[in-house]
């Protein structure tokens, strides 16, 4: 498709953000998020959380956007991940993750790009950042 | 660790066609590797695989049901995907402790496995972040 990136045009320092710039937080995502997460359960375990608060790992939903801007070809995969959750993220809370690329390298023949996220909450409080190691997808 | 955490039990999920594309929908990560077979079978995987991030969802999950809020409040992860996981894969989930972070956070390593072997490596903590 026309409209991929090629890894050659990303460059070091280059910030992307999530378009519409925020993720609101509401109870429905987190509730589909927590089901998604349990019930592939075969084997023990369960959320502890009261209503109306995330699992930290809805951190991935809401680094999406700041992701997609990326604009990367079809079949690109994860490598690495790294998450710091700084504090809890609840329904309502309005979110906005700047991701920067900050390296790109190439090995056995696969393009690789590391990229930072922050994000922060309506109040500018930060509440995740993040640092993902990805698989650029073949350019046809 | 302390001697107030419990052990860290043995977590497992299943993975279907039908999960991925459900966390497909829900997290906004439409990549056709993961939804569309026919996009899947020309990569060097052959076929659909789950998102790297469905696993994370697992850890999660089960560092949540293992320290309870204290996962919530402050802590990290990181990880390395080692190998797919494919629909129909069972995810076996298992940590053990390890040494506490330079922050004074209390630290396990996680290992995730599916029938293939590991998936996923790595640690998470939990406490004051540095």
Known sequence: ?140 | MTSSSPLFPEFRHRVSQELIDRYARVSGDLNPLHIDPEFAATTHFGRTIAHGMMALAFVSNAMEAWVGSRWIESSFIDVTFLAPVFPGDEITITGACAESDEAGGEAISIRCRTGSGDVLVGRASIGPQA
């Open chain 1, 1 to 140: 498709m026309a409209d991929w990136r090629k890894y050659s045009d990303l460059n070091i320092g280059e910030t992307f953000l999530a378009s519409p710039p925020s993720y609101v937080v509401t109870p429905e995502v987190i509730a589909a998020y927590d089901e998604i997460s349990t019930s592939s359960m075969t084997v023990s375990g369960g959320r502890t959380r009261g209503r109306g608060i995330a699992s930290p790992m809805l951190a991935a939903l809401y680094i999406r956007g700041a992701q997609n801007g990326l604009k990367g070809p079809p079949g690109g995969i994860h490598a690495k991940q790294h998450f710091t959750f700084l504090m809890p993220v609840v329904a309502g809370d309005e979110l906005f993750t700047v991701l920067a690329i900050k390296e790109k390298f190439e090995k056995n023949g696969r393009n690789f790009l590391v990229c930072e996220t922050e994000t922060k909450n309506q109040r500018g409080d930060r509440v995740a950042v993040g640092r993902i190691t990805s698989i650029w997808g073949k350019e046809a």
